[in-house]
């Protein structure tokens, strides 16, 4: 299916691994050009080059701090003087600690939403005027799962999600009078390098076959026939991001392989 994203570009935030690379790259193969935003400006570069190699389409690198409030506004201005013009954000920067409840400390709970919540907001409000511009503009946000399925030691995670959720669908009314679509995507457990390295050491732990200890923990712990994988959430980014999806505008899309039970 082509999806006919040849000649836009794209801003994919936390993109220097995991998900984030996965997105940029499938969209870069999709025929977009490509700004990656990250801290880490080394592994950013590499990747950026190795993307373009791949695929024949411009890919930058762009690192920036996040939590800082510039730092969003900074990311977008820098990918659009690079490409000329942004039709794509897909906000995916930020991670969220968890832990027992009473040993959280406020410093974890402000990092926690100083990246992810206020990072997408503000990256979200500096690209809003270039996406309208586009005419074909596109804002995902990744998000998670956790925002329908709170439990105690991943508060600061699901309460960041759902007021994600929450701001997607608010942000959505702002698009529909300007022409930008806004959607989010809501992961489970994905097999990024945490999680990858986190089951390893399980395994070794106990002895078991490490990805029939993945299956066994799927199912038993989350309700899945198997952890998501990078490319799950990078195959719904590009679809989302077309044309082809142009009657999907304020949706908060579940993709955790049936983990969300409620309606």
């Given at each position: 299916?082509d999806?006919g ?15 984030g ?5 499938t969209l870069?193969?999709?025929g ?9 400006e ?16 411009k890919?930058?690198?762009h ?5 800082d ?9 820098a ?13 995916n920067a930020g991670a ?27 990256t ?9 511009a586009s005419?074909h503009?596109?804002?995902?946000s990744n998000?998670?799962?956790a925002a329908r ?5 991943f ?7 759902a ?5 997607t669908k608010?942000?959505?009314?702002l ?7 806004v ?7 994905t097999?990024?390098?945490?999680l ?6 399980m395994a ?6 490490l ?9 038993e712990?989350?309700?899945m026939?198997r952890y998501?994988?990078?490319q ?17 505008h304020?949706s908060?899309?579940f ?7 409620e309606l």
């Amino acid at each position: 299916m082509d999806l006919g994203l040849t000649g836009r570009a794209a801003l994919v935030t936390g993109a220097s691994k995991g998900i984030g690379l996965a997105v940029a790259r499938t969209l870069a193969e999709e025929g977009c050009d490509a700004a990656i935003v990250a801290l880490g400006e080394p592994l950013l570069q590499a990747e950026a080059a190795a993307i373009a190699q791949a695929t024949g389409r411009k890919a930058t690198a762009h690192a920036a701090d996040l939590t800082d409030p510039g730092g969003p506004a900074a990311a977008v201005a820098a990918a659009v003087a690079a490409h000329g013009r942004l039709d794509i954000l897909v906000n995916n920067a930020g991670a969220a600690p968890a832990g027992d409840f009473f040993e959280l400390t406020d410093d974890q709970w402000e990092e926690g939403y100083a990246l992810k919540f206020h990072g997408y907001v503000r990256t979200a409000r500096a690209a809003f005027p270039h996406l309208e511009a586009s005419g074909h503009g596109v804002l995902i946000s990744n998000i998670g799962a956790a925002a329908r399925q709170p439990k105690p030691g991943f508060l600061i995670g699901a309460s960041i999600n759902a007021a994600l959720n929450n701001f997607t669908k608010g942000l959505a009314q702002l698009g529909l009078d300007r022409g930008v679509r806004v959607v989010s995507m809501n992961s489970g457990p994905t097999r990024t390098d945490r999680l990858q390295t986190a089951l390893e050491g399980m395994a070794a732990e106990t002895g078991e076959d490490l990805e029939t200890l993945a299956s066994t923990r799927a199912r038993e712990a989350f309700g899945m026939w198997r952890y998501g994988e990078p490319q799950d959430l990078a195959n719904l980014a590009a679809f989302l991001a077309s044309d082809r999806a142009q009657h999907i505008h304020g949706s908060n899309i579940f993709i955790d392989g049936g983990q969300t039970k409620e309606l």
